[in-house]
């Protein structure tokens, strides 16, 4: 059984930052890529960032240059640390995953279950 956990979540003012993190438990034999996704309301699901599990970065447009990304292999770790926050950016945040429970299946995707983002102007 996989788990991902997110926290970091929480209320900030324009111009503002926060950071989020996430942490994978249970059985894990591998992780790939890792990534965060945000829904805001009456929107889908948007990718914000993802790392792979060299270090490789990814970001969307909206955040380049505010958001940085970061994982920590050895603890099964991810983190988003988010500067310069807009209202644009309230959502609710996810913590993705993929990951191998052994050599010989898988990946498969595993979500969190989402933090909120609210950014006030």
């Known amino acids: 059984q996989v788990r991902l956990v997110e926290s970091g979540g929480g209320l900030v003012q324009a111009g503002g930052s926060l950071r989020l993190s996430c942490a994978a438990s249970?059985?894990?034999?591998?992780?790939?890529?890792m990534g965060w996704y945000r829904q805001a309301p009456g929107k889908e699901r948007e990718l914000v960032a993802e790392i792979t599990n060299d270090g490789t970065t990814n970001y969307a447009d909206s955040v380049k240059g505010r958001f940085t990304i970061s994982r920590d292999n050895a603890k099964n770790t991810m983190s988003l640390r988010m500067n310069s926050l807009k209202p644009e950016d309230t959502a609710v945040y996810y913590c993705?995953?993929?990951?191998?429970?052994?050599?010989?299946?898988?990946?498969?995707?595993?979500w969190g279950q989402g933090t909120q983002v609210t950014v006030s102007s």
């Open positions: 993705k995953a993929l990951i191998k429970a052994d050599v010989y299946d898988g990946p498969y995707a595993y």
């Open positions: 249970g059985n894990i034999f591998s992780i790939n890529v």
